[in-house]
Antibody, heavy 121, light 107 residues
């Protein structure tokens, strides 16, 4: 079964750090680009970050540039999001999502179940 | 960033109804448009990509159309399991952007 499972969420104080993980199974992880998407409580979806299959291309939303870093370890079938200098407005469910783009842009076809990050004092 | 605007923000409908949701991009995105369904407490699910291509396993009562800046999602005969929130997304360029969502509620 094709699956993505996020972990690492929790409660953190403003200014703190957290590292999210996303573990893939059921497909060749190293062949796919990946994304992080978040959803604040009661709000819509916000794309956060993108990483290509070989990590040679990375893009971030302006709202997280300089604070969040996406990375991956293809040997471990894992995607990561290092979140530093966290703000109250970063509170959200964070989803990892598979991006099947090869030569052309593509929609996100597989999503994890999400992990909740709460930034509060 | 490309702004995606959905209408309506919410709608009430009955089982068996035909429902149409529209999505407008602030600039042309060709057919790089996807529709997702999200139920409460669950992850989004891809329904349609390339504006009109049904994702594998998605019922044929769902259909999409449009290109350029104006797109529609149609549910031809609403079923009980279709009550959810629907989002459009452009993947023409970065940052990827989503519409604000359309909540389909039971009348």
């Amino acid at each position: 079964e094709v699956q993505l499972v996020e972990s690492g969420g929790g409660l953190v104080q403003p200014g703190g750090s957290l590292r999210l993980s996303c573990t893939a199974s059921g497909f060749t992880f190293s062949s796919y680009s990946m994304n992080w998407v978040r959803q604040a409580p009661g709000k819509g979806l916000e794309w956060v970050s993108y990483i290509s299959s070989t990590s040679n291309n990375i893009k971030d939303a302006d709202s997280v540039t300089g604070r969040f870093t996406i990375s991956r370890d293809n040997a471990k079938n894992s995607l990561y999001l290092q979140m530093n200098s966290l703000r109250v407005e970063d509170t959200a469910v964070y989803y990892c999502a598979r991006d099947p783009a090869a030569f052309n842009p593509a929609a996100f076809d597989i999503w994890g179940q999400g992990t909740m990050v709460t930034v509060s004092s | 960033a490309i702004r995606m605007t959905q209408s309506p923000s919410s709608l009430s409908a009955s089982t068996g109804d035909r429902v149409t949701i529209t999505c407008r991009a602030s600039q042309a995105i060709s057919s790089y448009l996807a529709w997702y369904q999200q139920k409460p407490g669950k992850a989004p699910k891809l329904l349609i990509y390339a504006a009109s291509t049904l994702q594998s396993g998605v019922p044929s009562r769902f259909s999409g159309s449009g290109s350029g800046t104006d797109f529609t999602l149609t549910i031809s005969c609403l079923q009980s399991e279709d009550f959810a929130t629907y989002y459009c997304q452009q993947y023409y360029t970065y940052p990827r952007t989503f519409g604000q969502g359309t909540e389909v509620e039971i009348k």
